[in-house]
C-alpha cells in the first residue's frame, strides 16, 4: 500500500533563509503528489501537486518541490521563508487506483525565527 | 464569503452521547468528504460522497454515519461517542471524485470526549 513519510517533525528557520521540507513516498508505479499548508486554526490549503511532465512544479506562495523517483521524495523548498509561513506542512500521495483517496503524510511543524 | 463551513467549530461532550456536525460547501462541487485529525495531526479520510452517493468509507466503525442531504451538504453524526473520538474533524469538497481535483478545505470542528 502507498505510504508517506515526513522525517521532521518540527523545524525552525530563520526570516529570510532559506527552507526544504522532506517528503518520502512507497509506491511501485508513479504517484500523484500534493503538499498542504495548514495555519494555526485552519483548514488545509493545496500550495502545489505534481502529476506528470517537469518535475520541478511551482506553486503558491513561493513554493517549489521537485519529484525525484530515484528517491522517491517529492521535497518542498522555498528561497527565503517570512513569518506568515509559520505552519504544518503536509505531503500526501494519491494513486490512479483510488480515485479521490489521498493518503497524508504526519506533517512537518515548520517554525519562523525573527 | 466562507467556501466550506463547518459548525460547531468546538464540540465538548459526555462519552455515549450523540452528535453532529455539519459541512456546507457553496462551491458548487460535487464530491464532498470527512477528514479526521488525531491528536498527533495525522489526517486521515473517513467518507466521500459524490452526486450524493457514497463512493469511500474507510472502515470507520458504523457508530459514524454521514448523510447528504444534497449536494451542498455533508453532515457526520457520531452515536455512542467514545474518548478516542476526540479529533478534530474536516469537511472538503471538490468538483468531481479523481484525485487531480483540488479538495478545498473547511476550517475544522475539534470534538473533546470527556
Known amino acids: 500500500a502507498q505510504s508517506v513519510t515526513q522525517p521532521d517533525i518540527h523545524i525552525t528557520v530563520s526570516e529570510g533563509a532559506s527552507l526544504e521540507l522532506r517528503c518520502n513516498y512507497s509506491?511501485?508505479?508513479?504517484?500523484?503528489l500534493f503538499w498542504y499548508v495548514q495555519s494555526p486554526g485552519q483548514g488545509l490549503q493545496l500550495l502545489l501537486k505534481?502529476?506528470?511532465?517537469?518535475?520541478l512544479v511551482q506553486g503558491i506562495k513561493g513554493f517549489e518541490a521537485e519529484f525525484k523517483r530515484s528517491q522517491s521524495s517529492f521535497n518542498l523548498r522555498k528561497p527565503s521563508v517570512h513569518w506568515s509561513d509559520a505552519a504544518e506542512y503536509f505531503c500526501a500521495v494519491a494513486t490512479y487506483s483510488s480515485a479521490s483517496k489521498i493518503i497524508f503524510g504526519s506533517g512537518t511543524r515548520l517554525s519562523i525565527r525573527p | 464569503d466562507t467556501a466550506v463551513s463547518q459548525t460547531p467549530k468546538y464540540l465538548v461532550t459526555q462519552m455515549g452521547n450523540d452528535k453532529s456536525i455539519k459541512c456546507e460547501q457553496n462551491?458548487?462541487?460535487?464530491?464532498m468528504y470527512w477528514y479526521k485529525q488525531d491528536s498527533k495531526k495525522f489526517l486521515k479520510i473517513m467518507f466521500s460522497y459524490n452526486n450524493k452517493e457514497l463512493i469511500i468509507n474507510e472502515t470507520v466503525p458504523n457508530r459514524f454515519s454521514p448523510k447528504s442531504p444534497d449536494k451542498a451538504h455533508l453532515n457526520l453524526h457520531i452515536n455512542s461517542l467514545e474518548l478516542g473520538d476526540s479529533a478534530v474533524y474536516f469537511c472538503?469538497?471538490?468538483?468531481?471524485?479523481?484525485?487531480?481535483?483540488?479538495?478545498?478545505f473547511g476550517p475544522g470542528t475539534r470534538l473533546t470526549v470527556l
Open positions: 462551491l458548487g462541487h460535487d464530491t
Open positions: 509506491y511501485g508505479a508513479t504517484p500523484y
Open positions: 505534481y502529476f506528470s511532465g517537469d518535475t
Open positions: 472538503a469538497s471538490s468538483q468531481g471524485d479523481s484525485f487531480n481535483n483540488e479538495q478545498f
